[in-house]
C-alpha cells in the first residue's frame, strides 16, 4: 500500500546535503567562469568481477579527461571512490560520506538493488547519477529522473531472449532468478516479451542472493521435476556459476537441456582470460549474451592499452563490457560539463527549508543542501552526442541509449562461438528511520508506503531491528531479501490473485493495468500477470505513469488507453491521487455502458476515510467493483469501532477507520506479545557498535551513533511465533512470513454506502458467504462454486460487460475478401450492396448474426480479379493490421498459424487426388485388373513356394500346421489367400502415376514442394474446372494429366458437375477452412462458438447444400483404367523373397540332419552285447525314415535324443561291470 509523502520524506537527501554544506562558501556558490577542479564520485563494490574492471576503467578515463585539453579547457575532473562493499545499506552510507565532497554527479553502482535506495536521493538533491552496470528495467526515469543509465537496460535483453525462445519454438521456459530488484525487474521483463511471441514462464525459481550450495541444489531439484527443460538464468556475476555447478551434478547439463544465460555469464568469462577449463567444462552448450560494442579504432586501441596493462601487472582484471561503459560515462560526464560551463551555468548549493533538526538529533540537517543547476546537467547530459568506446554515445526520448544490441554467444570451449546479433533495431524517509535507530529502539512500525518500506529494510537487515509494515503490501518485499521485514497486512499477491478470479469468473480473456510506476504498482501489477496466467487470461496493455503525474498526463494516457480494444481496467495507484483517474476517465466518457472498472483496495481506503462519502465522489466511480481486506466480525471488532466513533464525535480525530488503522492497532498488539514472551524467556535488550560503521575525517553524519540490535534475531523469531486474536481477526504467521487466511470483501459502488457482492478468500475463492464461516468446511474452489451477487456495471446496466470492443474505439473492420476466379461458389465479387457472396460469406454473416453484439465492418476485395490472388499474401495482410480479418476459403495450415489466429473450422478440408475413370458394367473379377495374366501366375507360384516353405518351418513346432495331410495343405492356401486379400488394395493404388498438378492460389503447393520435397519444376498450375477437366480428359500422353491434387471442397464442387472423374484414396492432409484474425483477438473467440452453434443446429448444413449441392453421379459403379502391373515391374522383389525362402530351407535342412545324425547314432550303438554290434550290419537311411523324422515334433526328437543318450549310458555302465566281474 502506497500513501503520501510529505515534503518531510526526503529520502535519504538529508545526509547527502549535509556533506555538500561542509565546504560551501557563505553565498553557497562556486564563483568564477570555469572552476579550476570539478569533484565527481564513483560508487561500487571494488572486490567484484565487474567492479575490479569498473574502477580502472573510470581511473583511467578520468585521467584521459585531465589530459586531453579539448575537453573542459583547463578544468580537471577530481575523483573520489568509494566502496558499496555489496550491501544496499553500507552502500547508502557510502554515498554519504562521497556527497559530502561536493560532488556534481556520481558514477555508479553497479548494483540495481543500490541504485534503487540512492536514486531517491539524488532526486532530492538534483545529482546526476550516472550507473554503467544497474541493468533493472524498473529504475524508470518516470519515478528517478536523477538516474541515467549509460548501459542498456535489462528490457531489451530480455526481448532478445525471448526472440531466442521464439526462434527455436519453444512454448515455456523456467525463469532462474535472484529474489532481488535486479532478477525480478529483469524477469517481469522476460515475461512481458515472451507474452509477446505466444510463450510463457511456466514456473519461476527464485532465491536468496545468500543462498548456499544446499539451498540452490534443492531449488534445481525441484525444477528438475517439471515439464519444462528450457531454463533462462538471471543472477549476480559473482555466484552465478554455482547454479551450473549444482546443474551439473544432477545430470542437468546433457542432452536435451536448454541454458540460456542473460548478460551476467558473459562478464564473468571476458573478467577471466584465459578462462578456467573448469569454468568453461560447467556451461558447455549454454547460450549466453553480452551486450553489444561496435568495433571500432576507439575500442581497439583502449583493447591493447588494457592488455598492456594486465602484461605489465598493473591489472591482474580483464576487460569487460560493463569496464568499457564506465569508461564512457567518465566522458559522458566531461562533455556535459564542458557544454555546461561553455553555457556560464554556475556550480552552487542552497539550503532547504523543509529540512530541520529534531530535539536531540545529531544529523545537522540544517546543513543539508541542493545542486542549484542541477537540472541543467541533466538535461545537458541526456543531450550529449559523441562516439565512444562502446560506439555512439546518444540518449533517445526515453532516457535509453539507442541502438541497444546483443551478442548472442555459444561456449564450445575456451573461445565462445557467436551465433549471431540482437539489437531492437532488426528522501528524508530514509533520515527518519536512522534517526529512530539512532534512539535504540527495538523495533518499528510502518511505513504505509512499499517505496519507502524497500530502501528502510536495508538499515533494519543490518542493525537486526524488526520493522512491522501494517500498509506495505507490494508482493516483491519478499522474506529471503528483507528478513526483518515483517508484513502485518495482506499482501498484494493475494489480492491479485482475487482479481484474477473476478475477471475469470466474468469470462473476460484481457485486461488493461493502470498503475503507479513505482515499486507499489509494479509489484502489484505484476502479481497480477502471474496470477491471470493461470487463469489463461493476460493484461493486453500496461498504463503506467509517473507518482507526480498531474491531470494533462493521465488526459493523455486513459485517450491512449481508450483506443485499444480491452475495455476491462484494473486500477493499482495511490489512494492520494487515485481518485484523479476516475475524473479523467468520466470526462472522457469512459465510465459509461461497456467498461469496467477494479481497483484494488486503495479506492476503499479512501471512501472508509471519508464518512460520509462525499456525493461528487461517488458519482466518479459508479458501478465500479473495489477490493478491501476482510477483517473477520467479532466482539474486539465492534467495541473498537464503537470506542472510534465516539472518538470522531467527540473531536478526537476527523479520520474514519478504515483497514490499515485496524492492522496498525494490531501490529503494536503484535510486538507487545513478542516482546512480553522475549523478556519471559530470559532475553535482555542491548546494542553493540558495528565496525563496518565509521565516519570519515570531517564527516558530520555521526555514524558511530548507528548500532545494532543483539537480540533482534531472537525477537524476530518471536514475532513470526506470536498467535494472538486481535481487532482484524486471527493474528498469525505462515512459513512463508505472511498472515493466514488472507481475505478480501467484493464491493460493488452504489451511491453512498458500496454493496458487497461476496468474499474472496485463498482458501475458498469467490462465495458468498463469509470466509469464517468456509473455514470450518472442507476447501472448495470449483468453478462451480465460485459466485457472486449480481453487479450493477457502469451505465446502471445489469448485463455483464464482453470487456472489449474493436480497436480504434470500434471503428468498423476491414474485412480483406479474396477475388476469386474460378469456384465462385464459395466467394466472388456481388455487384449488389453486399459486395461479395458466396457459401463462405454466408457462413459469416451467419455466424456474426448469432454473436451478442453488433459487428460492423466493411469488404475489400483483395486480387485483381484476372486469377485467384495468393492467399499467404492475403494471411499477412491480417498479420501487418491492414486488414481487421480475413473472410473466405482459407485454409488453415501451420505457416499461417504462426502469425494470425483462426477461428473454429467451418468446414474440413484437406488434400486429395482426382483421376478420371473409364465407365463399364462392374465385374466380380474386378479385382483381377491389377496384374497382368503372367504376373498373377508369378504371384500365385511365389506364394504357394513361400506357404511350403513356412510349413516347413513351423510344421514342427506349431500346432496350427500339423495334423492329416489335407488338414495341412488348407492351412498352406489359406496362408496364400490371406496375404493376397491384405495386399490386393494396396497394388490398385500403387498403380497410379500421375503429374503433379494444383489450383492457383492453393496451399496445395508449398505442401508439395516442402513436405513432398516435389521440384516447383514439376509443378503445373491450373485456372478453373474447365482447366482441370480439359487436362484430365488429355491425359499424361497428350500433355494433360494422370490426376491432380487440390484441396477437398473444391473436388467435391468439380466432381459434382463432371461425373467422369473421382477421387482415389484417402485425404493424405487433414485441415479445415476458417476465418483469419489478428493474434488474440477476442472476435476470433466469439466467432468461433458462433460456428459451433452453426454446426449443432444444423444451419451450417442448410448453407453448405444451398451453395455447394451436388448433381448425383454414380461413381460407385466406375472403376480406374490404370495401368497394369507386369512381371518385369517385380521381378527384383521376386527375387529377393525367394532367395530368402531358400536360404532358410538350407538352413533348416542342415538343422534337420544334425538332429537326425545324432538320433540315427543312437540306435547304431545301443546294444548291450559288443559282439552281437559286430554282427548286426550296417543299414542305409532311406527317405522314408528321413520323412518320418522331420514330420516328428520338434519336442518329441530331443526328448529321445535324451533318452537314448541315457539308455547308452546305462548299458556302457553295465559292460564294465560285467568284465570287471569276469575270472580272469
Avoid at 579504432?297 to 563490457?321: E, I, P, Y
Avoid at 507499489?520 to 507518482?547: C, H, N, Q, V
Avoid at 472423374?1061 to 466469439?1086: I, N
Wanted: aromatic residues 10%.
Amino acid at each position: 500500500m502506497m500513501g503520501s509523502i510529505p515534503l518531510l520524506v526526503l529520502c535519504f537527501s538529508f545526509t547527502l546535503i549535509t556533506a555538500m554544506a561542509a565546504t560551501a562558501s557563505d553565498n553557497n556558490t562556486i564563483s568564477g567562469s570555469r572552476p579550476s577542479e570539478i569533484s565527481i564520485g564513483a560508487l561500487f563494490t571494488f572486490n567484484s568481477t565487474i567492479g575490479r574492471a569498473a574502477k580502472l576503467a573510470i581511473e583511467l578515463a578520468v585521467d584521459d579527461v585531465n589530459k586531453n585539453s579539448s575537453v573542459l579547457a583547463g578544468t580537471r575532473l577530481r575523483l573520489f571512490t568509494q566502496d558499496t562493499n555489496c550491501s544496499g545499506f553500507l552502500g547508502t552510507i557510502e554515498a554519504l560520506q562521497l556527497i559530502e565532497k561536493n560532488v556534481v554527479a556520481m558514477i555508479g553502482p553497479q548494483s540495481s538493488g543500490i541504485a534503487h535506495v540512492i536514486s531517491h536521493a539524488v532526486n532530492e538533491l538534483h545529482v546526476p547519477l550516472l550507473t554503467f552496470a544497474a541493468t533493472d528495467p524498473t529504475l524508470s526515469p518516470l519515478q528517478y529522473p536523477y538516474l541515467i543509465r549509460t548501459t542498456q537496460s535489462d528490457d531489451f535483453q530480455m526481448k532478445a531472449i525471448a526472440d531466442i525462445i521464439s526462434n527455436y519454438g519453444w512454448r515455456e521456459v523456467i525463469a532462474i532468478f535472484v529474489d532481488d530488484d535486479y532478477g525480478r525487474g529483469g524477469i517481469t521483463a522476460l515475461e512481458d516479451a515472451l507474452a509477446k511471441k505466444r510463450s510463457k514462464i511456466s514456473y519461476k525459481a527464485s532465491f536468496s542472493p545468500n543462498a548456499d550450495t544446499s539451498v540452490l541444489n534443492d531449488l534445481l531439484v525441484k525444477v528438475n521435476l517439471l515439464e519444462s527443460r528450457v531454463y533462462v538464468v538471471h543472477v549476480n556475476p559473482d555466484s552465478g556459476l554455482m547454479i551450473f555447478s549444482v546443474a551439473k551434478s544432477l545430470g542437468m547439463m546433457g542432452s536435451g537441456y536448454v541454458w540460456i544465460a542473460s548478460d551476467w555469464l558473459a562478464s564473468v568469462l571476458d573478467s577471466t582470460v584465459p578462462i578456467n577449463p573448469d569454468t568453461t567444462d560447467l556451461i558447455q552448450g549454454a547460450i549466453v549474451l553480452r551486450q553489444h560494442t561496435a568495433d571500432s579504432d576507439l575500442k581497439r586501441a583502449f583493447t591493447s592499452r588494457w592488455s598492456n596493462m594486465v602484461q605489465n601487472g598493473t591489472t591482474t582484471s580483464s576487460l569487460n563490457t560493463y569496464a568499457l561503459y564506465a569508461y564512457d560515462s567518465v566522458w559522458l560526464l566531461a562533455h556535459a560539463l564542458d557544454q555546461f560551463l561553455y553555457e556560464g551555468q554556475k556550480i552552487s548549493f542552497s539550503d532547504d527549508p523543509r529540512l530541520h533538526d529534531t530535539n536531540g538529533s545529531s544529523l545537522h540537517l540544517t546543513l543539508l543542501k541542493y545542486f542549484d543547476s542541477g537540472d541543467k546537467l541533466l538535461k545537458q547530459l541526456l543531450l550529449t552526442d559523441f562516439t565512444g568506446v562502446t560506439g555512439h554515445v546518444k540518449f533517445n526520448s526515453d532516457g535509453n541509449l539507442i541502438h541497444p544490441a546483443y551478442d548472442i554467444l555459444n561456449i564450445l570451449g575456451p573461445v565462445p562461438r557467436r551465433l549471431g546479433f540482437w539489437s531492437n533495431y532488426s528522501s528524508a524517509w530514509f533520515y527518519f528511520s536512522l534517526q529512530l535507530i539512532e534512539k535504540n529502539v527495538v523495533a518499528m512500525i510502518g511505513p504505509q508506503s512499499s517505496g519507502i518500506a524497500h530502501v528502510i529494510s536495508h538499515a533494519v537487515n543490518e542493525l537486526h531491528v524488526p520493522l512491522l509494515t501494517f500498509a506495505a503490501t507490494d508482493p516483491t518485499l519478499s522474506p529471503l531479501q528483507y528478513p526483518y521485514l515483517i508484513r502485518t497486512t495482506q499482501s498484494d499477491d493475494f489480492q491479485m490473485k482475487a482479481i484474477a478470479d473476478i475477471i475469470s469468473n466474468y469470462g473476460w480473456r484481457e485486461v488493461i493495468a493502470i498503475f503507479v510506476d513505482d515499486d507499489y504498482g509494479r509489484g502489484g501489477i505484476t502479481a497480477l500477470e502471474d496470477a491471470l496466467a493461470k487463469k489463461r487470461s493476460k493484461i493486453s496493455y500496461k498504463a503506467s505513469f509517473s507518482p507526480n503525474a498531474d491531470t494533462s498526463v493521465l488526459n493523455d494516457l486513459l485517450v491512449k488507453v481508450n483506443l485499444l480494444e480491452s475495455r476491462v481496467y484494473v486500477v493499482h495507484v495511490n489512494p492520494d491521487s487515485g481518485l484523479m483517474i476516475f475524473s479523467v476517465a468520466k470526462s472522457l466518457g469512459m465510465m459509461g455502458s461497456g467498461y469496467v472498472w477494479i481497483a484494488s483496495d486503495w479506492l476503499a481506503s479512501v471512501l472508509d476515510s471519508t464518512v460520509p462519502i462525499n456525493p461528487d465522489t461517488t458519482d466518479l466511480i459508479q458501478g465500479a467493483i473495489v477490493l478491501r481486506q476482510h477483517t473477520a466480525d467479532s466482539d474486539l471488532k465492534r467495541a473498537f469501532t464503537s470506542r472510534w466513533s465516539n472518538m470522531v464525535q467527540n473531536g478526537t480525530t476527523t479520520s474514519s477507520l478504515n483497514t490499515y488503522a485496524l492492522y496498525a492497532y494490531d501490529s503494536v498488539w503484535l510486538l507487545a506479545h513478542a516482546l512480553d514472551q522475549f523478556l519471559y524467556e530470559g532475553q535482555k535488550i542491548s546494542f553493540s557498535d558495528d565496525p563496518r560503521l565509521h565516519d570519515t575525517n570531517g564527516s558530520s553524519l555521526h555514524l558511530t551513533l548507528l548500532k545494532y540490535f543483539d537480540s533482534g534475531d531472537k525477537l524476530l523469531k518471536q514475532l513470526l511465533l506470536t498467535d494472538f486474536t486481535g481487532v482484524t481477526g486471527h493474528v498469525k504467521f505462515n512459513s512463508d512470513g505472511n498472515l493466514i487466511h488472507p481475505a478480501y470483501d467484493i464491493l460493488n459502488i452504489l451511491g453512498p454506502v458500496p454493496r458487497r457482492l461476496g468474499f474472496w478468500s485463498n482458501y475458498s475463492g469467490l462465495s458468498v458467504v463469509a470466509p469464517e464461516v468456509l473455514y470450518g468446511k472442507p476447501p472448495n474452489t470449483s468453478t462451480s462454486s465460485q459466485q457472486l451477487h449480481s453487479v450493477i456495471w457502469p451505465g446502471d446496466t445489469t448485463t455483464i460487460p464482453r470487456g472489449w470492443v474493436f480497436p480504434n474505439n470500434g471503428k468498423s473492420l476491414r474485412i480483406g475478401v479474396p477475388y476469386r476466379t474460378s469456384y465462385k461458389e464459395f466467394v466472388t465479387k456481388d455487384n449488389g450492396p453486399d459486395v461479395v457472396k458466396g457459401y463462405c460469406i454466408d457462413v459469416f454473416k451467419a455466424a456474426v448474426n448469432l454473436l451478442p453484439y453488433p459487428v460492423p465492418y466493411s469488404v475489400i476485395l483483395f486480387g485483381d480479379g484476372l486469377k485467384n490472388p495468393n492467399y499467404n499474401d492475403l494471411v499477412e495482410k491480417v498479420y501487418q493490421n491492414y486488414f481487421d480479418a480475413a473472410v473466405g476459403d482459407i485454409s488453415i495450415v501451420t505457416n499461417r498459424t504462426r502469425i494470425v489466429d483462426f477461428t473454429q473450422p467451418y468446414i474440413e478440408s484437406g488434400l486429395v487426388i482426382v483421376a478420371p475413370v473409364k465407365e463399364r458394367t462392374s465385374s466380380p473379377w474386378a479385382f483381377l485388373k491389377p496384374f497382368t495374366i503372367q504376373m498373377w501366375g508369378v504371384t500365385g507360384a511365389l506364394f504357394l513356394f513361400v506357404g511350403a516353405v513356412v510349413w516347413i518351418l513351423e510344421h514342427r513346432t506349431n500346432t496350427e500346421f500339423r495334423g492329416s495331410p489335407r488338414q495341412q495343405l488348407v492351412t498352406i492356401f489359406w496362408l496364400v489367400l490371406s496375404t493376397i486379400q491384405v495386399y490386393l488394395p494396396w497394388f490398385s493404388f500403387s498403380t497410379m502415376f500421375f503429374a503433379h498438378r494444383y489450383q492457383v492460389g492453393s496451399f496445395a503447393k508449398n505442401y508439395m514442394m516442402e513436405e513432398l520435397n516435389i521440384a516447383e519444376s514439376r509443378l503445373v498450375s491450373l485456372n478453373n474446372p474447365e482447366a482441370y477437366a480439359r487436362a484430365l480428359e488429355l491425359g499424361p500422353k497428350n500433355g494433360g494429366v494422370a490426376a491432380i491434387v487440390d484441396e477437398l471442397p473444391y473436388i467435391e464442387l468439380f466432381l459434382s458437375n463432371n461425373c467422369k472423374y473421382t477421387t482415389v484414396g484417402q485425404e493424405f492432409t487433414k485441415s479445415g477452412w476458417g476465418f483469419a484474425f489478428p493474434r488474440d483477438s477476442p472476435l476470433a473467440v466469439d466467432l468461433s462458438t458462433a460456428i459451433l452453434t452453426l454446426s449443432e443446429n444444423g444451419d451450417l448444413q442448410r448453407i453448405h447444400d444451398k451453395w455447394l449441392a451436388r448433381t448425383g453421379c454414380s461413381s460407385q459403379d466406375n472403376e480406374i483404367d490404370s495401368n497394369r502391373l507386369s512381371l518385369s515391374s517385380f521381378w527384383g522383389l521376386f527375387l529377393i523373397c525367394g532367395l530368402a525362402c531358400l536360404l532358410a530351407l538350407i538352413v533348416f535342412f542342415m538343422r534337420i540332419f544334425c538332429q537326425y545324425s545324432k538320433y540315427n547314432s543312437q540306435d547304431n550303438v545301443g546294444s548291450i552285447e559288443p559282439e552281437r554290434s559286430f554282427r548286426r550290419p550296417m543299414r542305409l537311411t532311406s527317405i522314408k525314415d528321413l520323412i518320418s523324422f522331420v514330420d516328428k515334433k520338434e519336442e518329441e526328437v530331443k526328448c529321445a535324443i535324451k533318452r537314448k543318450s541315457s539308455d547308452k549310458q546305462q548299458q556302457s555302465s553295465q559292460v564294465t561291470n560285467e568284465q570287471f566281474m569276469s575270472p580272469a
